[in-house]
RNA sequence: GCUGGAAUCGUCUAGUGGCAAUGACAAGAGACUGUAAAUCUCUCGGCUUCGGCCUUCGUAGGUUCGAGUCCUACUUCCAGCA
């Protein structure tokens, strides 16, 4: 069971340590956004040196390239990608549902990929191999994303993700007690050691065969060395949309279950998110961490998550804006590329202690966004993820001191001064 | 000097009798929330009571119901020949 200890609790809001494989998550915290094993534009070292705790990739996009066997022979995700750190592996529902054509079942969803319309199918085992294949600290369960957000359709999603949930966990347990099927020999029954995960075949090879986990439609099996100890955790996601009903029934299911901590399936409209999350996260045992799924556009998100007891974060919008060139500053995000800042030699945020605000000026900044330069690109990354993290950061140090209402008020007054946040 | 060719909205460009005029870039603005995103959208002669009105395709004339498009002259540029 993935360790958390809860620093401080005040109502649902609370500050903790996640404790991973790779080292512990101080929470509240904003994971980046590593979708392909990257984050856009950045160096891991950049990452670090901006105080990222975490990263977050996407299975869909790494079945596809480079394949999850090959992040696998690379010693996994965090060594892969030479992060070193936590990480966190969404399922590849939420992409593989917004896909053109998508056919689903009650076994899984058949779907052509983006890139060459290659053909894949992905179940909740064959997502749960992937995901352990990649080898992230925390996985996502394979959830089933409603088509429109009309209550029918959200109600169908939840029941079908409740029952790949239950597939899932046996599929992640099966995993972390080392079982896989059909050796190359024709053996069928693999054991493992200890949970170390080193597979001992029957005839007493280390090195085990397992189905192709990247969802590919082929037969056959390949040779794998499995011997890398390793421990991962699975988290089940809540859904409901903005239906209250719907949320309360899927906590309420999820809540049962044997998994280690949750997602939350984002809302992305500022109303009525934090009666969602009051409902969800009143369910929801306590002890357990609670991931908020794609939500951190709008800092006042942040600051709701938090308050109604979320503990990670993660969204691609602060490295997106970044690149097409919208910055976060104290009173709300600007958008560099206008023609007054071409000659506003004041740094981009003066408050700010990032790479960018502390060297850099708007006019130089905007200079690199309208001749196209990649460094604009860089800069501008660097600064919204910090922006985003170190915003999370300070949410965690005014739980810790107990100031969280003075500085939710405070920021979010000056932030929200000339503007209200996106619907 | 002669002979061809060319001049269109900041730039390049489409247009060969119905045109406020094509496309690209530039410029101006907006969007972006579990990343098919270094992407996408809108505006881009002036005025407008949104029906139009006015001024525009090197300059000046002409032909025509109608000219960026045809004719004449001029100006500038390019190429070839002297």
């Known amino acids: 069971?993935?360790?958390?200890?809860?620093e401080k609790q005040d109502g649902l809001m609370r500050a903790g340590i996640i404790h991973t494989p790779h080292g512990d998550i101080k929470t509240p915290c904003f994971v980046g956004a590593a979708t392909r094993a990257t984050v856009k534009a950045l160096t891991m070292k950049?990452?670090?040196e901006l105080g990222s705790q975490a990263i977050l990739a996407n299975t869909y996009h790494l079945l596809l390239a480079p394949g999850t066997d090959l992040i696998k022979e690379a010693g996994g995700l965090a060594e892969f990608a030479s992060w070193h750190g936590p990480t966190f592996t969404d399922s590849?529902?939420?992409q593989i549902f917004s896909l053109p054509d998508v056919k689903i079942t009650e076994e899984g969803a058949k779907f052509k990929s983006h890139i060459n319309g290659d053909k894949f199918e992905?179940?909740?085992?064959?997502?749960?191999?992937?995901?352990?294949?990649?080898?992230?600290?925390?996985h996502m369960a394979f959830d089933h994303l409603a088509k429109s957000d009309s209550h029918e359709d959200m109600e169908e999603a939840m029941a079908r993700t409740h029952r790949w949930l239950d597939r899932c966990i046996e599929e992640h347990s099966r995993l972390g007690a080392g079982i896989v099927s059909t050796c190359s020999k024709g053996h069928d029954k693999l054991s493992a050691k200890n949970r170390q995960f080193e597979i001992v075949?029957?005839?007493?090879?280390?090195l085990a065969s397992e189905p192709r986990n990247d969802g590919r439609e082929r037969s056959g099996s390949r040779t794998v060395c499995l011997s890398a100890p390793t421990e991962q955790y699975l988290y089940a996601v809540v859904q409901g949309g903005t239906f209250l009903d719907l949320r309360q029934k899927a906590a309420e299911h999820c809540a049962t279950k044997a998994v280690d901590g949750f997602g939350i399936g984002g809302v992305f409209t500022a109303d009525g998110m934090d009666e969602m999350l009051r409902v969800v996260n009143s369910i929801l045992p306590n002890e357990k961490p609670r991931h908020l799924l794609g939500m951190g556009q709008e800092p006042i998100d942040l600051f709701v998550g938090a308050e109604h007891g979320c503990d990670t974060f993660d969204c691609v919008a602060p490295t997106r804006m970044a690149r097409n060139g919208s910055l976060?500053?104290?009173?709300?995000?600007?958008?560099i590329k206008n023609a007054k800042f071409r000659n506003d030699f004041t740094a981009l945020m003066p408050e700010c202690e990032c790479e960018c605000c502390k060297n850099y000026s708007r006019a130089y900044l905007h200079h690199l966004f309208k001749t196209d330069e990649i460094t604009a690109k860089v800069l501008a990354s660097i600064h919204n993820e910090y922006f985003v993290v170190s915003t999370v950061d300070k949410i965690r140090s005014s739980i810790l001191d107990g100031t969280f209402k003075e500085y939710k008020q405070e920021f979010l007054t000056r932030y929200y001064k000339n503007h209200t946040p996106a619907k």
Do not use: H, V
């Open 122 to 138: 992905m179940t909740p085992e064959s997502s749960m191999r992937a995901q352990w294949a990649i080898g992230a600290d925390i």
């Open 328 to 335: 976060y500053t104290l009173d709300g995000r600007i958008n």
């Open 201 to 206: 075949c029957d005839n007493g090879s280390k």
């Open 46 to 48: 950049e990452m670090r």
């Open 1 to 6: 069971m993935l360790k958390f200890d809860i």
């Open 92 to 94: 590849g529902g939420f």
